[in-house]
């Protein structure tokens, strides 16, 4: 059977460390690309009015009289507003590191120093995923990267029709923590990884329980939309520090209407990550590759030969290294 040499030989210890995220690739993933546009998503905001102003009491400090509610503030008024107040959009950035993402600032402050009280209100900015698809595999997940302040909330919702939504994760989670990972990745940053097969056939089971089998989100259904939101208090003062919250490397099921689930370069592709010492394999789902190591780039012996389920596959390197070989190179060749 004929071969054809696809890639140039690598040397083990000079390697790039592969900027991808290499077990979302593996899971069939796609990476929202945020490069020039929102990739389809959809930012919503959210508006409330807010009433704020100074009121004089003799009743003691915090404390509120018998009837409760405005009226115990006292009889006197010094002065009062109300401000119709906008969430923030959600927005397309650079991030420092230069990667792109997401970015959300905190509500502009307008409360000035001198209002005794003001009625707090939780804002929400919203932003919306075209229509994924989840009927094509049983190892549907969601990854995402975030860095947020603490007086800003972010959570995660699903819907399967835009019209009832339910929250799957949040900061520091109390539901479906089996199905979540959380990992610091540095820089002030945490990576999120959802089962959102396991957590939907988990959610599905107690909304049945409750009486809400019509709410329930089949985990091959090819309609469902997930939402990034994030909350924020308008109650800073004047000349409070903004906060923001940024989220990055965004990797979901492939959208509805995809002809594949990731795209797939002509030719395959080797990536090695010296960091975790994996090496990822890239090519065609269907396709058989044999991965060759040599010593010399004239005598070549096949390591290991794979036929790709999805679109990636990752392994150790120690599965190809000898480690009586000094410097080692690295082909992948296709089996058609």
Known sequence: MKFRTICIALLIFCLPESDANDEAIQLGL????????????????????????EWKTNAPIDQVGAGGGWGNWGTSV????????????????????????????????FVPSNATKYYQEELGSFIVSPRIDLSRSDQDHLFFQYKSNTKMKLEVWISKDQDSYWGIWEENPNRYRNHITATSTGNAFTQIKINLHDLL?????????????????????DEAYIVFVSYDNAE?????????????????????????????????????????????????????????????????????????RTYSETYSISDFQDNAMRTMFFRLKHNP
């Open 30 to 53: 796609r990476q929202v690309d945020l490069s020039s546009n929102l990739n389809g998503w959809t930012p919503v905001t959210q508006s409330k009015q807010i009433r704020y102003g």
């Open 78 to 109: 010094v002065w009062e507003d109300y401000k119709t107040v906008t969430s923030n959009e959600f927005e397309r950035a650079s991030l420092n590191n230069g990667e792109n993402g997401l970015r959300i600032q905190s509500i502009e402050p």
């Open 201 to 221: 056939i988990e959610m599905g089971q107690l909304l049945t329980n409750n009486d809400r089998a019509d709410a329930v989100i089949e985990p091959e259904t």
């Open 236 to 308: 800073r003062r004047l000349g409070s520090n903004p906060e923001m919250i940024e989220i990055k490397s965004i990797w979901t099921p492939s959208y509805y209407g995809d002809d594949q689930l990731q795209p797939t370069p002509i030719d395959p592709i080797i990536s090695f990550n010296h960091k975790s010492s994996r090496v990822t394999v890239s090519g065609r789902i269907g396709e058989t590759y044999e991965l060759q190591t040599s010593a010399d780039l004239e005598n070549w012996k096949t390591s290991h030969s794979f036929t790709l």
